[in-house]
């Protein structure tokens, strides 16, 4: 069993919907967490980062951790097609030398 | 841009064959981390390096190695390599060693093996 899980998708909305992107994981002692956006050919761009659990908005995008539960989860508010990309989430414990562990990533499509 | 950057961007080589990649990383980032991306297994984590010294390990194989120079620049040599050893290899810096410092990721090496 991986550390983190990903759905895969392919995930495919309609311009302008709330788009929900979710993660768990089995590590407890994960603190940091982040979403990163990859285009294809690109490296993964971090989105967000939020530290052990709690809600945290940048725009129209909005990460939350539930260490309770192990989950994760970004959603993105009005979604536009620029946001068609691969979602990772990565998590990384305290003391762990601050190597990521990433999901397999989410494959997201907007349409118009 | 994330200020990282990898060259070279694509390398087209035999099995057996030797390779180095080189990062450079953003202007003041002293933590350089090595990543490999395949199909099969996502983005996993290689090696960390801390102004000059190894700080992590993770599963990388002996015939890996790196390294990174007195100007933070650092270097993946991949050896003896095999069919597998296709895949995007990702470098990433952070500011410091600390634990969660975020990390960037320049746009990768596609390393393919024939």
């Known amino acids: 069993q991986k550390e983190v899980e990903q759905d895969p998708g392919p995930l495919s909305v309609p311009e302008g919907a709330i788009v929900s992107l979710n993660c768990t994981y089995s590590?407890?002692?994960?603190?940091?967490f982040m979403w990163y956006r990859q285009y294809s050919r690109k490296g993964p761009e971090l989105l967000m980062y939020t530290y052990s659990s709690g809600n945290k908005e940048d725009g129209r995008f909005t990460a939350q951790v539930d260490k309770s539960s192990k989950y994760i989860s970004l959603f993105i508010r009005d979604s536009q097609p620029s946001d068609s990309a691969t979602y990772l989430c990565?998590?990384?414990?305290?003391?762990?030398?601050?190597?990521?562990?990433f999901g397999t990533g989410t494959q997201l499509k907007v349409e118009l | 841009d994330s200020g990282v950057t990898q060259t070279p961007k694509h390398l087209i080589t035999a099995t057996g064959q030797r390779v180095t990649l080189r990062c450079s990383p953003r202007?003041?980032?002293?933590?350089v981390y090595w990543y490999q991306q395949s199909l099969d297994q996502g983005l996993q984590f290689l090696i960390q390096?801390?102004?000059?010294?190894?700080?992590a390990k993770g599963n990388i194989l002996e015939r890996f190695s790196a390294q990174q120079f007195p100007d933070l620049h650092s270097e993946l040599n991949l050896s003896s390599l095999e069919l597998g050893d296709s895949a995007l290899y990702f470098c990433?810096?952070?500011?410091?060693?600390?634990?969660?410092?975020?990390?960037?990721f320049g746009d990768g090496t596609r390393l393919s093996i024939l």
């Open positions: 590590n407890s002692a994960f603190q940091y």
């Open positions: 390096y801390y102004n000059g010294e190894e700080r």
């Open positions: 202007s003041g980032d002293l933590s």
């Open positions: 990565a998590a990384t414990p305290t003391g762990g030398g601050n190597k990521l562990t």
């Open positions: 990433a810096s952070s500011p410091g060693r600390g634990d969660g410092q975020p990390q960037h």
